[in-house]
């Protein structure tokens, strides 16, 4: 089983910044997928950023240009760093990873971090 620890949200004002982490634990070979999802309240949830394995990256066209995900493999680790904050980015952002398991594919989410734009 994959653990995910997602940590860095805060109250900030528009156009200022903040970073997320989330933290791996547990069996982590062999994911292959790690991402950024977000839902605000009486809204679906949406992926906000992914990176692969592979080093490959997306963004929803909301935040591109003002969000950047990256990874440190030694930590574990994958960041999402937010700048230029808008206040419908707030919401509670979750961390996402994939894993290959006995041939199948499963899902890991995080407890979730709350962000909240406001002046």
């Known amino acids: 089983q994959v653990q995910l620890v997602e940590s860095g949200g805060d109250l900030v004002q528009p156009g200022g910044s903040l970073r997320l982490s989330c933290t791996a634990s547990g069996s982590i070979f062999s994911i292959y997928f790690m991402g950024w999802y977000r839902q605000a309240p009486g809204k679906q949830r949406e992926l906000v950023a992914a990176i692969t394995s592979g080093g490959s990256t997306n963004y929803a066209d909301s935040v591109k240009g003002r969000f950047t995900i990256s990874r440190d493999n030694a930590k574990n680790t994958v960041y999402l760093q937010m700048n230029s904050l808008k206040p419908e980015d707030t919401a509670v952002y979750y961390c996402?990873?994939?894993?290959?398991?006995?041939?199948?594919?499963?899902?890991?989410w995080g407890q979730g971090t709350q962000v909240t734009v406001s002046s």
């Open positions: 996402n990873a994939r894993r290959v398991e006995n041939g199948g594919l499963h899902n890991y």
